[in-house]
């Protein structure tokens, strides 16, 4: 379609329909986290780590299990479009003992800067809306597939995806702080459907 404007110069608007991405787009499992846990580096060597299948709210969901300061760290090609999910807990025990409750955090790093992605602070004895699975889903397309760049290409790179507990946010004074719980980490990628 063409007109022609007040100047007389010939104005052209190309209408197309693009679908909505999500009308096309589903998430399909790239990478169970907990399926390469062994492989994973876990901190402090000390801590007690478990794979385990936890009913929170009446929901079962397999988890890792973990102490209130841990850190979990997988070595991971991300693929176009991801994103990872997650749900975080804390276990019922802990919703009636008195802490500082967890702070959550997930990371990425190329193993020179650290970039963090979510921060989740989780208290159930002070916050009944916490009382279950919390589900998270971070977004990692910066980190896979093909960029315009000769310097940065992710698609080609390992990356470590790091998740973080400590005992409460910053700043306190570390009591019990609960027993946190990651349930069914997964990275999954959208894929386009005609």
Same mark, same amino acid.
């Given at each position: ?9 010939? !104005?052209?608007?190309? %209408?197309? #329909?693009?679908?909505?991405? @999500?009308?096309?787009?589903? =998430? +399909?499992?790239?990478? *169970? ?25 009446? !929901?079962?969901?397999? %988890?890792? #299990?973990?102490?209130?300061? @841990?850190?979990?760290?997988? =070595? +991971?090609?991300?693929? *176009? ?114």
């Amino acid at each position: 379609m063409a007109w022609f404007n007040a100047s007389g110069i010939a !104005v052209i608007i190309v %209408a197309c #329909a693009i679908p909505a991405c @999500s009308n096309r787009d589903s =998430l +399909v499992p790239a990478r *169970d986290l907990i399926a390469g846990f062994n492989q994973a580096d876990r901190r402090p060597s000390s801590a007690v780590f478990e794979v385990t299948e936890v009913t929170i709210a009446g !929901v079962p969901q397999r %988890a890792i #299990a973990t102490e209130p300061v @841990s850190r979990v760290t997988w =070595l +991971v090609a991300i693929p *176009d479009r991801a994103v990872v999910k997650t749900a975080l807990a804390l276990k019922p025990e802990a919703w009636a003992q008195e802490g500082n409750g967890v702070l959550f955090r997930i990371g990425i790093s190329e193993g020179r800067s650290y970039e963090e992605l979510l921060t989740r602070y989780v208290d159930p004895f002070h916050r009944p809306a916490d009382r279950g699975w919390i589900p998270v889903t971070v977004d990692l397309a910066a980190y896979g597939g093909f960029k315009w760049s000769l310097f940065y290409q992710p698609r080609y790179r390992t990356w470590k995806l790091i998740f973080n507990t400590n005992a409460g946010p910053p700043g306190t004074d570390g009591r019990f702080a609960g027993l946190p719980l990651w349930g069914e980490p997964m990275i999954y990628r959208y894929d386009s459907r005609p």
